[in-house]
C-alpha cells in the first residue's frame, strides 16, 4: 500500500533534519474521547484499543468476525504486558500514511469512528517523524524490504531480477513502491510486462495461477503467499531508495507514557523471542530492527 512508501533512516541524522523545521499546530480543546486516552486510563478500564489495516495479510485482516495476522498477535502481545485486553479496528488505507495517523492516531476521521490507543504497521521514517509531531513513532519491531516471488519452473537455475521483466511477465500491487520502480525502468522497457493487481494477495494467487513468471513486492507478503511451485529471493535492486524499511507503531503525542509502555512491551517480546515466533508461527522471515 501507498501509505507504507518509506525508507528507514538513523536517529543520529534526525536531529539534524529536524532543526529545520516550524513546529506544526497541536490540537486544542479537544475531549478525551477523541484523542485518546492515558495509560492510567487504560490499565483502569481494563481494555486498550488498537487500528491496524484491514485487508492486509499476512499483517492484518478478519477471518470468522475476528481479527487475524501477524500485527494483531502483536497488538495482543503489548495489551498482555499492559496487563490489559485488546481490541482491534480494521481500516482502510488513506491516500498517504499523514492521512492515516490524522485519521486514527490523533484526530479521527470527518466521519464514523475514532482513534484508537495504538496504531500498528507504521512504517519509520526519521524525516516523516519530524513533520508530523502529533505522534509519537517507536516500538519498531520489524524491518521489510522488497523481493520478488517466482515459479521455480520458470526459473530452475538463477532467480528472477528486475532486468529479467523486459522479456518475462512480472505482477505487482497497483501504486506500490514495486510497481513504481518498474515502471521508472530506464525507457519504461518493462512496463508492457507488468501486471497491476488491486492487492499484493492477487498477486501473488496469479503468479500461482501461471498468469505471471515472477511478483515483486514486500518480502512477508510474498513469504505468506507460497506455495511449493514457488520461491522467493531478495536481490539487489539498483537504483531503489527504498528498497527497505522499518515498521514500528504510532500512539499520541499526549500519552508519552503510554508510548514508553508500549516500546518497553515491544523490547521486551523482541528480546525473549516471541516475536520472532509470531512471524515463524505465520510462515515469515523476521528482521529485527536496529535499537535506536
Known sequence: MYALCVIAATAGSAWARCADYVPQAKPQNASRDIVGQDLDRIQERGFMTFAAYENFPPWSWEEGGKAKGVDIEIGKLIAEALGVSARFTLVAAGEDLATDLRNWVWKGPIVGGQVANVMLHVPYDSEFACRVEQVVFT?????????????????????????????????????????????????????????????????????????????????????????????????????????????????????????????????????DGRIAQIFADFGLSHRVPELR
Open 139 to 271: 516500538g519498531q519491531y520489524h524491518v521489510e524490504e522488497v523481493a520478488i516471488a517466482y515459479r521455480t519452473q520458470a526459473y530452475p537455475e538463477d532467480p528472477p531480477i528486475p532486468a529479467y521483466f523486459r522479456f518475462d511477465t512480472v505482477g505487482v500491487e497497483n501504486d506500490s513502491i514495486a510497481d513504481f520502480y518498474l515502471s521508472a525502468f530506464p525507457g519504461g522497457q518493462l512496463s508492457h510486462n507488468v501486471t497491476r493487481y488491486s492487492e499484493m494477495a492477487e498477486a501473488m494467487a496469479g503468479l500461482a495461477a501461471g498468469e505471471t513468471m515472477a511478483a515483486m513486492g514486500p518480502l512477508a507478503q510474498l513469504e505468506y503467499g507460497l506455495t511449493d511451485e514457488l520461491d522467493v529471493h531478495t536481490p539487489p535492486l539498483p537504483g531503489f531508495a527504498v528498497g527497505n524499511w522499518t515498521v514500528g507503531v504510532g500512539v499520541h503525542f499526549a500519552y508519552r507514557p503510554l508510548a514508553y509502555a508500549v516500546e518497553d512491551a515491544i523490547y521486551a517480546g523482541l528480546q
